[in-house]
């Protein structure tokens, strides 16, 4: 069913939350999970904090809890938050607070989001990418999870693919199970920021937004 999103409802939703209020929500995670309940994290990658790419993540996790009760859903708006690279020299930053809610027991699945940036990802997604591998070693910790993509470009085919290509390519070294969306969006979700910033005016990508978030959803329950 095509959920229909306006920038009030919008605007009445967590996208307010502060840096440090995403931090205590992960520090708290493990203490808060609920027994079987299936938890899928999306993350958005944009410097922009609660900009288009955290307004497309939003739409696409409303969309996987709407598929059943069992599915949680948390946003991790890396905006506002320094993330380094990896490194071998280990570093205290922003991502080390939040690394224990990617170690949930009921983590189930996870949507990455990423701005384009001349045709790939943001360094801000990569650098996140990169941290998590730590949850590598010492087994892989996302193994089997699934795990699907969203972009969103200036131009309506602005390198969305690729970037969601890039993000599918990392998931992949975790050995997690890749899911697009249904017709449309069979990739992932691609959205196109045309509106001045208000990405629910593009209904064709808030539209492959819900479908890959439904697809997560899906694909976790068929487990």
């Given at each position: 069913?095509?959920q229909?999103?306006?920038?009030?409802?919008?605007a009445?939703?967590?996208?307010?939350?502060?840096?440090?209020?995403?931090?205590?929500?992960?520090?708290?995670?493990?203490?808060?999970?609920?027994?079987?309940?299936?938890?899928?994290?999306?993350?958005?990658?944009?410097?922009?904090?609660?900009?288009?790419?955290?307004?497309?993540?939003?739409?696409?996790l409303?969309?996987?809890?709407?598929?059943?009760?069992?599915?949680?859903?948390?946003?991790?708006?890396?905006?506002?938050?320094?993330?380094?690279?990896?490194?071998?020299?280990?570093?205290?930053?922003?991502?080390?607070?939040?690394?224990?809610?990617?170690?949930?027991?009921?983590?189930?699945?996870?949507?990455?989001?990423?701005?384009?940036?001349?045709?790939?990802?943001s360094?801000?997604?990569?650098?996140?990418?990169?941290?998590?591998?730590?949850?590598?070693?010492?087994?892989?910790?996302?193994?089997?999870?699934?795990?699907?993509?969203?972009?969103?470009?200036?131009?309506?085919?602005?390198?969305?693919?690729?970037?969601?290509?890039?993000?599918?390519?990392?998931?992949?070294?975790?050995?997690?199970?890749?899911?697009?969306?249904?017709?449309?969006?069979?990739?992932?979700?691609?959205?196109?920021n045309?509106?001045?910033?208000?990405?629910?005016?593009?209904?064709?990508?808030?539209?492959?937004?819900?479908?890959?978030?439904?697809?997560?959803?899906?694909?976790?329950?068929?487990?």
């Open positions: 069913m095509k229909q999103v306006t920038r009030r409802i919008f009445q939703g967590t996208m307010a939350a502060t840096a440090t209020g995403v931090l205590g929500a992960a520090a708290s995670a493990l203490g808060q999970q609920e027994s079987g309940k299936r938890l899928i994290i999306g993350v958005a990658c944009s410097p922009r904090k609660g900009m288009t790419t955290a307004t497309g993540m939003d739409v696409a409303k969309a996987a809890a709407a598929v059943d009760s069992r599915i949680e859903t948390k946003l991790v708006d890396l905006g506002g938050l320094t993330v380094n690279g990896w490194s071998p020299t280990p570093t205290e930053d922003d991502f080390t607070k939040l690394l224990p809610l990617f170690k949930a027991d009921n983590l189930a699945g996870l949507i990455i989001g990423s701005p384009v940036y001349f045709r790939t990802m360094s801000l997604c990569k650098a996140f990418l990169e941290r998590l591998g730590a949850l590598r070693q010492p087994k892989l910790l996302l193994s089997g999870k699934v795990a699907g993509a969203l972009a969103v470009g200036a131009m309506r085919n602005g390198g969305q693919e690729e970037v969601i290509s890039e993000i599918h390519n990392a998931m992949l070294c975790h050995e997690a199970t890749l899911v697009g969306g249904k017709a449309g969006a069979f990739q992932g979700a691609t959205l196109w045309a509106q001045g910033d208000d990405i629910t005016k593009d209904e064709f990508g808030i539209e492959t937004a819900q479908k890959l978030g439904a697809r997560v959803a899906e694909e976790i329950l068929k487990a």
